[in-house]
């Protein structure tokens, strides 16, 4: 069964709604209040995109993509031009493990690298969620360093173009 992804619309929402309370969410959210759906999707364009993962037609989970400097919640900070964030959470518990984030991210970040300016993807998981690190770590980001958003300590990751290519070229 393939997996695609989709841009979220108002009709998803019960469902984003119902896996903001699953605890496995819950677990890799920290502090941060659940998002405001309507908001973020109210948010969608360029820099702002709110995707639902679907596998076999069923919406397994949600990726969001920002472009860190422009988006209008100004989340990260100062930053870079020319760089992508991504947020990813599977959120039907028994989708968890299966390959399906890996196949989502995949989608994600060669979504993020077909425009020809984007040199880097940034993901900030919580220190303490070692499970996502790893995940991420084998899609091949790296550890930049500790950062604390609001009350949440974080390690930063990060993807460059080349780190991916090179990967692709490898056959991982
Ligand atoms: C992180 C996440 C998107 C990975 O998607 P997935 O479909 O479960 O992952 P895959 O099957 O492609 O890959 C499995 C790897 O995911 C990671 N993982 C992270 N959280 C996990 C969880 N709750 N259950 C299972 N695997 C998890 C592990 O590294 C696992 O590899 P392992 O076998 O070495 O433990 C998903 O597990 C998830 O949504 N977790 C909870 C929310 C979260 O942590 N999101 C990231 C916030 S920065």
Not at 23 to 41: C, F, K, L, M, Q
Not at 49 to 72: K, S, Y
Not at 130 to 146: I, K, M, N, S
Request: aromatic share 6%.
């Amino acid at each position: 069964m393939s997996l695609k992804l989709r841009p979220a619309t108002p009709e998803d929402i019960p469902v984003l709604q119902h896996w903001d309370s699953q605890p496995h969410v819950i677990a890799a959210t920290g502090s941060d209040a659940p998002p405001d759906w309507a908001e973020d999707i109210g948010l969608s364009g360029p820099a702002f995109r709110t995707l639902i993962g679907e596998h076999g037609g069923r919406p397994v989970g949600v990726v969001q993509i920002i472009d860190p400097a422009e988006e209008p919640t100004h989340y990260w900070g100062d930053c870079e031009p020319d760089q992508r964030a991504i947020d990813i959470w599977i959120g039907e518990p028994d989708c968890l493990g299966q390959g399906l984030g890996t196949q989502m991210m995949t989608l994600a970040i060669e979504r993020c690298f077909a425009a020809p300016e984007v040199t880097a993807i940034l993901i900030d998981p919580l220190a303490t969620n070692t499970d996502a690190q790893r995940f991420y770590r084998r899609l091949g980001f790296e550890v930049v360093g500790p950062r604390r958003f609001g009350d949440d300590n974080c390690t930063v990751m990060r993807l460059t173009r080349a780190g991916w290519v090179g990967r692709a070229l490898s056959g991982q």
